[in-house]
């Protein structure tokens, strides 16, 4: 049975739909997240993506579908599938009559913990608040009150950590070390899901990634496959004469970009013979740049290609 | 369990790190109540035989701010946390809706109990009414807390800002408690008006309390009781399936 429990995804959405009146906010999402992953849930804003976890953590009820956590189904089973989760909401709020640890000590109560003081002096220090412990939380400045909000989703130790947007309005040294120590949190074993603008934050610490418009999921893969989807590298050259690509390399051609044009090479060794191409075309190189395709060409790439 | 007593815990130092706002002023509103119209009707109002105006009018006070303030708390610490979004703490835990109920309800009768023992302490110096049946007192005080407090949670879910809360307070709350007999009894009501009083169920909370102290009322304690009773297991009921549902909080 224990071994069962293990075998079970961190998380499962299986054909979740809501909607809110005439607006469909989830429209048959479905995907599974394995436990220990580095999960990132990207897409534009209104794409669903806080109404999934919505719906995970039990603040909606889907209108069709089920969720589970650690394989306990958020509905039926949701003190077992809330046990398991620690959510940091997207919004920034707060109790004004509490303090730092008194807001920490009731969070962890709320889970049925009693004498959970080492944890919590733990979480304050790896996330910069020990000496903020006693001060109240309407003295705290907008980042300090946002660590507080990681450290409440994690009073439970939970296995699955989601994080709705953690950085926005986040100063760089906060990023910085809240990252590190999630990915710690990550190495340890607990599963991460990760809602981002930055879409760089996604690139450095997820492995996989979902990509949602519209309350539909429009990519599911692994960070390097959607990164290799959109062909891997892109060429900008100037030459002179600016004459016309010789005809095998007019279909790589992308767009002209600064005086000159961009190719999509296929791979690393198509570079060397287009070099020669090109020379014995009498064609000389001014000026050339090799670019990696990051996560945000994809995605904007990808976005832009669904509303075609 | 440790989870409702730790959200229990925390709904009573909310009130109570306010106790200025949530336990004082109400005694002191309730005192002066009581200082105006004693000195205004004692002499020309006695309800039961030998008892004077401003010992009669003592549990009706007493009563009247337990129910307010019972409601209040509930109501109030609902609507705030809703209103401020920090209600998703208490959303995300493995807390039940029967912890949830629990937990509101047993800080709202804390709450009316308390202040209902301020006024008590704070009045009682004038005429210090007898206790016939202390036992009476006690079980309509924690009911009549009750069902207000369950009536507040109630309140503070529906409720999406605080002028809908203050609609419900003012134009329910305060005309039920106001006209349940706490400044007179309803003998003395023309007869249409006696009839419409005893379809108010704060008007048994009051009798009935006021039977605990004085051992005469305006009907019988024990269908004060059944009234009472049944009023806070119908709405306790009723509450439990809201809270169930998700209403409002897990839409």
């Known amino acids: ?3 069962e429990r293990d075998m079970s995804a961190a998380i499962e959405v299986q054909g979740v739909s809501k909607r809110f009146g005439q607006f469909t906010a989830l429209n048959q999402v479905s995907f599974t997240v394995q436990q220990g992953e580095f999960f990132a849930l990207l897409g534009p804003n209104g794409a669903g993506k806080t109404t999934l976890i919505s719906c ?3 603040l909606s009820r889907p209108d069709q579908g089920a969720l589970r956590v650690m394989g306990h189904d958020v509905v039926s089973d949701y003190r077992a599938a809330r046990a398991a989760l620690g959510v940091v909401p997207q919004e920034l709020v707060f109790d004004p009559f509490l303090t730092v640890r008194e807001t920490l000590r009731f969070q962890s109560g709320y889970f049925g913990l009693r004498n959970n003081d080492a944890w919590i002096d733990e979480i304050l220090h790896k996330l910069g608040l020990s000496n903020k412990a006693d001060s109240n939380m309407r003295a705290l400045s907008g980042g300090m009150k946002r660590r507080v909000m990681v450290a409440q989703a994690l009073v439970h130790k939970p296995p699955v950590i989601v994080l709705d947007e953690p950085t926005a309005g986040v100063d760089v040294e906060l990023r910085q070390s809240l990252w590190t120590f999630v990915q710690e949190l990550n190495h340890a074993g607990h599963t991460i899901v990760l809602t981002t603008h930055y879409l760089e934050e996604a690139e450095m610490l997820c492995s996989r990634i979902a990509m949602l418009k519209a309350g539909q999921i429009i990519a599911l893969e692994d960070k390097t496959t959607l990164l290799g989807r959109d062909a891997g590298r892109e060429l900008w ?7 016309t690509l010789p005809e095998p390399y007019q279909e790589w051609k992308v767009r002209e970009e600064e005086g000159g044009v961009v190719l999509k090479l296929p791979s690393i060794q198509a570079l060397e013979p287009l070099l020669q ?9 001014r000026d050339m740049r090799l670019r990696e395709t990051d996560l945000e060409h994809v995605f904007v790439s990808m976005m832009h290609k669904e509303m075609q | 369990m440790y989870g409702f007593q730790t959200l229990f815990k925390k709904e009573i130092l909310r009130f109570w790190r306010v106790g200025f706002q949530t336990v004082a002023a109400p005694v002191l509103t309730a005192l002066l109540y009581l200082l105006v119209f004693s000195h205004a009707l004692s002499r020309h109002v006695e309800v039961y035989a030998g008892v004077s105006y401003t010992a009669f009018l003592i549990p009706g006070l007493v009563m009247m701010s337990m129910v307010q303030n019972a409601f209040a708390n509930s109501s109030s610490s609902l609507i705030q946390s809703k209103i401020t979004g920090n209600i998703v703490f208490i959303l995300l835990p493995p807390l039940s809706h029967r912890e949830f109920f629990a937990a509101y309800l047993l800080a709202a009768i804390v709450r009316g109990v308390v202040v209902g023992a301020g006024v008590l302490l704070a009045t009682g110096w004038m005429a210090l009414p007898p206790v016939e049946h202390p036992l009476w007192v006690l079980t309509f005080a924690v009911l009549g807390s009750g069902i207000l407090g369950v009536l507040g949670i109630v309140a503070g879910i529906w409720a999406e800002k ?3 809360l203050a609609a419900f307070q003012n134009f329910l709350i305060m005309p039920l408690t106001f006209l349940s007999g706490v400044f007179y009894s309803v003998h003395t009501l023309p007869p249409f008006w006696y009839t419409v009083s005893h379809l108010n169920p704060v008007f048994y909370m009051i009798d009935g309390f006021r ?18 009773s049944l009023c806070f297991v119908v709405l306790s009921w009723l509450t439990l399936h809201l809270l169930k549902s998700g209403y409002k909080l897990r839409h």
């Open chain 2, 211 to 228: 039977y605990g102290f004085f051992g005469v009322g305006d009907t019988d304690p024990w269908q004060s009781f059944t009234v009472v």
């Open chain 1, 56 to 58: 995970l953590a039990g």
């Open chain 2, 162 to 164: 605080f002028d809908q």
């Open chain 1, 237 to 243: 050259i100037k030459t002179e004469p600016a004459g």
């Open chain 1, 1 to 3: 049975m224990i071994k």
């Open chain 1, 277 to 285: 191409t090109l020379r014995q075309q009498g064609l000389i190189l």
